[in-house]
């Protein structure tokens, strides 16, 4: 039964109007609901890309969003400008007497959304939020002593084990509450890239809610094979590619879980406990939100780091002399996007290789990732650091031609992105450096000149990477020791 006349659904990283729970809320609780999207420009300042790809995946969503409005006779209300003031000011002018909203568990969004709620309290407008972006929030899923899990196997069982299809049931909006667009005419500004000060960018990915669903479907079929298959970055469907329809929600996690918890099959268990690992990851972010600034086991704070500058630009371009490093490096600046396990090379390569702070890796990934989420990247960064929770053990290394071997084998990701190595054989291709002249000649490539000299000497950084940490470790053992 309806209880107001008119609500506004304020979405943000929630770009679809299926299984949407704060617009099922919304469109249940009142007569007309106006939907809204804020680009918000205390965001959007500290964005140094123009081009940046994520406001090219938004506007594309919201242009699909907006046609589907349109086809039921409401429209898309898009504002540019701080939702502080923003959110509170649509709600007056448009007379809504609430505001619906799905949670954000940053802790810029945490902050805003408490003001923005405080601010409508004065003008008498309800703020209801919902959980919609996971399956479980905290405290849902805690230890029997009602702390946060701090490692990921407890989390998942108490995760699998609270699961109930009820957690996962459909949120269906009734699109016929709709507010009629002549409601809200006045009110529409023409928008565009431009006009926030943006530029297009390239996409590999469809984006919206279309995108997001065909995506989905394509992996369905694949997902059997996931346990399999997701460790090599040359197949095309080894992984679902839905981490930026999840960043924006461009589908529904429930969704995704629902289909997954239906069946038995290996592939879609490894793939269900990946999405398990985006809630842990959210919410060691929201229990323990000094992970932003440093390191979750706060002893390795205390490493100084010695990179150089140099190496972590040359990092940032992909010219280390480690091909697939420099092949996952060029293929991120190319897409935006880097498949899992050669986010783990190129990370464990910058920290325990090149000696550089985690945090500049992680700011690295932040500004050009298209599917950047704070939390799994933050977790990402802290596990391949070894500083995080329940992290990849310190004194485990990978080795970047090791890992090359193994998981592109005859070097077709190798190949597709480094193609001055291209005519190297499949024994030479991860370590060019040392194939015979004649398969240089052959290759056509003049090493120093047409792909770098490797720039530093793997084995020589790996003890001074385990030097490093075990000095802190020590230091962090003698410490307790004596307290
Ligand atoms: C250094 C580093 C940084 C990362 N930064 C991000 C980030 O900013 N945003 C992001 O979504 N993921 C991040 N990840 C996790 C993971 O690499 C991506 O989620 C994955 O590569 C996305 O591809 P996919 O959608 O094909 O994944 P799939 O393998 O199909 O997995 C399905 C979904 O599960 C989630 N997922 C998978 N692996 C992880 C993981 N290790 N941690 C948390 N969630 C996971 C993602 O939402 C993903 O879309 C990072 C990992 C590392 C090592």
């Known amino acids: 039964m309806a209880i107001y006349q008119r609500a506004l659904c304020w979405v943000r990283r929630d770009l679809r109007l299926r299984d ?9 609780q009142a007569r007309e609901v106006i939907v809204v999207f804020v680009f918000d420009t205390n965001i959007l300042r500290q964005l140094e890309d123009k081009d940046d790809r ?73 703020f209801h939020s919902y959980m919609d972006q996971v399956v479980f929030e905290y405290p849902d899923i805690v230890t029997r002593q009602g702390e ?41 500004d023409p928008w565009d890239l431009e006009s926030i000060g943006f530029k297009e960018n390239n996409l590999w990915v469809q984006p919206g809610e279309e995108g997001g669903r065909a995506a989905w479907r394509k992996f369905q079929k694949h997902i059997h094979r996931y346990h399999k298959d997701r460790d090599f970055p040359s197949l095309k469907h080894g992984t679902s590619g839905l981490s930026v329809h999840l960043r924006f929600g461009t589908i529904s996690i429930r969704d995704l879980v629902r289909f997954a918890m239906r069946r038995e099959d290996e592939g879609s268990r490894a793939w269900l406990s990946e999405l398990i690992w985006r809630e842990f990851y959210q919410t060691i972010l929201d229990r323990f939100s000094y992970v932003v600034r440093g390191a979750f086991r706060s002893e390795f704070d205390r490493i100084q780091w010695p990179g150089k500058e140099v190496h972590f630009k040359k990092w940032c371009r992909g010219e280390t002399g480690y091909p697939l490093v420099d092949a996952s490096m060029r293929h991120f600046a190319r897409t935006g996007w880097m498949h899992n396990r050669l986010r783990m090379v190129v990370a464990s390569f910058l920290v325990k290789d090149l000696l550089v702070d985690w945090r500049q890796g992680e700011a690295w990934f932040a500004r050009k990732l298209l599917d950047f989420e704070l939390a799994s990247n933050n977790g990402g960064w802290q596990w391949c650091a070894s500083t995080g ?11 970047p031609v090791t890992q090359s071997k193994n998981f592109d084998p005859e070097g077709r990701f190798i190949r597709e992105n480094l193609p001055e190595l291209a005519g190297f054989s499949n024994t030479h291709i991860h370590w060019p450096h040392e ?49």
């Open 389 to 399: 929770c329940d992290a990849q053990p310190w004194f485990r290394i990978f080795n």
């Open 148 to 188: 946060p899990f701090k490692m990921f196997t407890p989390y998942k069982n108490a995760w699998l084990g609270t699961l109930r299809p009820e957690h996962v049931a459909e949120e269906k909006p009734n699109l016929k509450r709709l507010a009629p667009v002549k409601a809200f005419k006045e009110w529409i």
């Open 435 to 483: 194939a015979p002249e004649s398969e240089k000649e052959k290759a056509g490539c003049h090493l120093g000149k047409d792909y770098p000299h490797p720039i530093v000497d793997h084995a020589v950084q790996r003890e001074k990477a385990l030097q490093l940490f075990q000095d802190v470790a020590q230091t962090a053992v003698t410490q307790t020791e004596n307290s």
């Open 54 to 126: 994520r406001v090219t995946f938004i506007h594309h969503s919201l242009k699909e969003m907006q046609a589907r409005l349109a086809k039921k006779g409401s429209s898309l209300l898009v504002c540019h400008g701080d939702p502080v003031l923003d959110i509170p000011r649509l709600a007056q002018e448009l007379k809504a007497e609430a505001v619906f909203t799905n949670r954000d568990y940053d802790p810029y969004a945490r902050k805003r959304d408490r003001i923005i709620e405080q601010k409508l309290k004065i003008w008498d407008v309800a």
């Open 20 to 28: 949407h729970t704060a617009l099922a809320a919304a469109t249940r």
